[in-house]
């Protein structure tokens, strides 16, 4: 029984990340980013954070909160993280720009944003940069805590044992 209420409570967390919001706001004058395909966005944000490689980012959050802001030709701002225990979630993004999705981390899309929680209880953003069938690799910030922006591959059993818990992120599209 504990077992199904486990998998019902993530069931309804998941169903309340994706559903929960409101359809994507468009500004006025819908510009070029809003008439690009999801991959399209994708690749944009990628190739915005790919050009930063081996310099100073600073802190992961902020630093994806630029690269989308860049990428999308200063349109699109991330909202901030919720407060800990949440804080794998983003606070509600009253532009919609952002929509969360509960997925098992092999499924994540390359050039979406992985919000997590780690077992320190800390939290890091990165974008999938790349996956194999046995590994991912995320494009970020401040990885080792020198705020550098780089590369790095770990399996998918080292990404969910660095976790607070198994379904302690959120992956992300941005609209």
């Not at 309804?12 to 999801?38: E, I, R």
């Not at 600073?58 to 804080?87: D, E, F, M, R, T």
Request: glycine letters at 8%; charged letters at 10%; aromatic letters at 14%.
């Amino acid at each position: 029984m504990k077992l199904v209420s486990r998998f019902t409570l993530i069931f309804l967390v998941c169903m309340g990340l994706t559903f929960g919001t409101a359809p994507s706001a468009k500004a006025n004058g819908s510009n070029w980013w809003h008439s690009s395909t999801q991959p399209q966005r994708d690749q944009y944000i990628l190739n915005q954070g790919a050009s930063a490689v081996g310099s100073y980012g600073g802190q992961c959050k902020a630093w994806i909160q630029n690269v989308v802001y860049a990428a999308s030709g200063n349109h699109v701002w991330l909202p901030l993280n919720q407060a800990s225990p949440n804080n794998y979630m983003w606070e509600y993004d009253p532009n919609n720009h952002a929509s969360g999705a509960c997925m098992y981390i092999e499924y994540a899309p390359v050039g979406w944003i992985v919000q997590m929680r780690l077992s320190s209880g800390t939290a890091h953003t990165a974008i999938v940069a790349q996956k194999t069938s046995t590994t991912i690799t995320f494009l970020d910030s401040n990885w080792g805590y020198d705020g550098i922006v780089r590369y790095h591959t770990m399996t998918y059993a080292q990404f969910y044992g660095m976790l607070a818990s198994t379904w302690s992120f959120t992956v992300y599209h941005v609209q």
